[in-house]
């Protein structure tokens, strides 16, 4: 089995290649169609969908059985001190119903990451972990900057993305950015993976 990865970033392909460890995995650069900084779920889901319907468009002579795309973002989750309307309730550090007696940490933006995988008949998506984005990090980028160089700068580090990512500054180590996104592509390759589809 052959796949294209819709990326050039090689953090990207390994952990697709986790998923599908007996095909041949190769990185297919296309782009993205969505922002440099993605936010919310819509716009980074649909960088990923993007990114794997264009990979697997590049070979018009059948040479990927499957494509993936990947793409990381940032979005606002309940539960932070960020408002977010929900059915006409606000929720907020100071009023968060899940836990009204203690400080949440982070302002309500976290780091999300979502996957795709087609075959160009079906189309499946998968999201990964969502990990809280520290005030620091979370105001950059609300000011218009990107994650990418944001990290570089915090960790006093080039291609951060490459490595271990903002998975694995946030976690010490316990989540580098392969194992979120191979959780991404896992859940997104179910319907090719397994017969309960």
């Known amino acids: ?100 007696d203690v400080e949440v940490v982070g302002d309500g933006l976290a780091l999300v990451m979502w996957a795709a995988v087609t075959d160009g008949e079906r189309l499946s998506c998968g999201g990964g972990p969502t990990l809280p984005l520290p005030d620091h990090v979370a105001a950059r980028l609300r000011a218009g ?15 951060v993305a490459k490595k271990q990512g903002a998975a694995g500054a946030f976690t010490n180590g316990r989540l580098t950015r392969t194992d979120a996104l191979e959780a991404a592509v896992a859940a997104a390759a179910g319907p090719f993976l397994s017969d309960q589809y």
């Open 145 to 159: 900057e990107e994650l990418g160089p944001v990290m570089d700068d915090v960790l006093g580090a080039d291609d």
């Open 1 to 100: 089995m052959r796949i294209a990865v819709g990326s050039g970033n090689p953090v990207k392909r390994d952990a697709t290649a986790r998923v599908f460890d007996a095909a041949t995995v190769e990185v297919c650069v296309v782009d993205s169609g969505v922002s440099e900084q993605p936010f919310g779920h819509e716009e980074t889901r649909r960088g990923a969908v993007t990114r794997a319907r264009r990979a697997l468009a590049v070979e018009d002579d059948g040479r990927y059985d499957l494509a993936v795309g990947i793409e990381g973002g940032v979005a606002a989750v309940e539960g932070g001190a960020a408002t977010v309307e929900d059915g006409g309730e606000t929720f907020g550090a100071d009023t968060d119903p899940l836990a009204p």
